[in-house]
């Protein structure tokens, strides 16, 4: 089966469709399944630039970059990523930029990998000691309301804004032995 061709729950559906209807024209990410109907969605609109980053912090600078060029860019990440953020984060504040971010969150629920506990723990304080404000969804049915109102925070009242989407909702990842 084509893994294009495979439905994405509903709540995945609602973030790119709160995307499109606020203007976005970049989506900057590292490669990551809990974001991928996003990125799929972002590489098959013409209107999107879909931006493949190298590092995490690297997207900080790019929405910014967006920002100042008239454009609104989202950032998506996973919470190891926020960890590779934290220095660039200083540049939001220091030139009062809005912003943007959908995190997709590990080490939480069901979590396989030790490495990923630490960040995943330390996620929701970092960004809040670097002034960004946080949301959190746990359910499908708060998707789309939470991410809009984090987004219309970011693009109309100016403010830094991260979205933290739950290991819980996500789903559970595996290692796939071969």
Same mark, same amino acid.
């Given at each position: 089966?084509?893994?294009?061709? =495979?439905?994405?729950?509903?709540?995945?559906?609602?973030?790119?469709?709160?995307?499109?209807?606020?203007?976005?024209?970049?989506?900057?990410? =590292?490669?990551?399944?809990?974001?991928?109907?996003?990125?799929?969605?972002?590489?098959?609109?013409?209107?999107?630039?879909?931006?493949?980053?190298?590092?995490?912090?690297?997207?900080?600078?790019?929405?910014?970059?967006?920002?100042?060029?008239?454009?609104?860019?989202?950032?998506?990440?996973?919470?190891?990523?926020?960890?590779?953020?934290?220095?660039?984060?200083?540049?939001?504040?220091? $030139?009062?930029?809005?912003?943007?971010?959908?995190?997709?969150?590990?080490?939480?629920?069901?979590?396989?990998?030790?490495?990923?506990?630490?960040?995943? +723990? $330390?996620?929701?304080?970092?960004?809040?000691?670097?002034?960004?404000? =946080?949301?959190?969804?746990?359910?499908?049915?708060?998707?789309?309301?939470? =991410?809009?109102?984090?987004?219309? $925070?970011?693009?109309?009242?100016?403010? +830094?804004?991260?979205?933290?989407?739950?290991?819980?909702?996500?789903?559970? +990842?595996?290692?796939?032995? +071969?």
């Amino acid at each position: 089966m084509n893994p294009a061709s =495979v439905a994405s729950p509903a709540w995945q559906e609602a973030i790119f469709k709160v995307f499109k209807q606020g203007g976005v024209r970049q989506i900057a990410y =590292v490669p990551d399944a809990g974001h991928s109907h996003a990125i799929r969605s972002a590489v098959g609109d013409p209107d999107i630039e879909d931006i493949v980053l190298t590092t995490e912090e690297e997207g900080v600078a790019l929405t910014c970059g967006a920002w100042l060029g008239g454009q609104r860019a989202v950032l998506l990440m996973q919470s190891s990523g926020v960890g590779n953020c934290v220095n660039m984060f200083s540049l939001l504040q220091a $030139a009062d930029f809005p912003f943007f971010t959908l995190v997709t969150m590990r080490g939480e629920y069901a979590e396989f990998n030790p490495w990923q506990g630490p960040m995943g +723990k $330390a996620t929701q304080a970092a960004l809040e000691l670097m002034g960004i404000h =946080v949301l959190r969804v746990s359910h499908p049915d708060e998707v789309e309301e939470i =991410v809009s109102a984090g987004f219309d $925070a970011a693009f109309e009242a100016g403010e +830094k804004v991260a979205v933290l989407l739950s290991q819980n909702l996500i789903g559970r +990842k595996k290692w796939e032995r +071969k």
